[in-house]
């Protein structure tokens, strides 16, 4: 009998972003939030949008060329 995953078949994130300015320069920011929890984070690098989805079992360790994610 095959394991089953502990992965929602399907999540669904809301990802939103804005430019910030400082009397030197400015940055983007960004906030993420998976619908189905509820739960969010703000983030400043594309590091964070990373961290989060990772959080939630999705990607984890997966490595999806650009190629692949358009099949």
Do not use: C
Not at 17 to 27: C, I, K, L, V
């Amino acid at each position: 009998m095959a394991e089953r995953s502990r992965t929602a078949p399907a999540s669904t994130f809301v990802i939103r972003f804005w430019r910030e300015w400082s009397a030197t320069q400015g940055r983007w920011r960004g906030r993420i939030e998976h619908v189905q929890s509820g739960q969010r984070a703000d983030f400043v690098g594309l590091e964070g949008i990373s961290d989060f989805v990772r959080g939630f079992g999705i990607m984890a360790g997966d490595q999806i060329s650009p190629s692949q994610a358009e099949e």
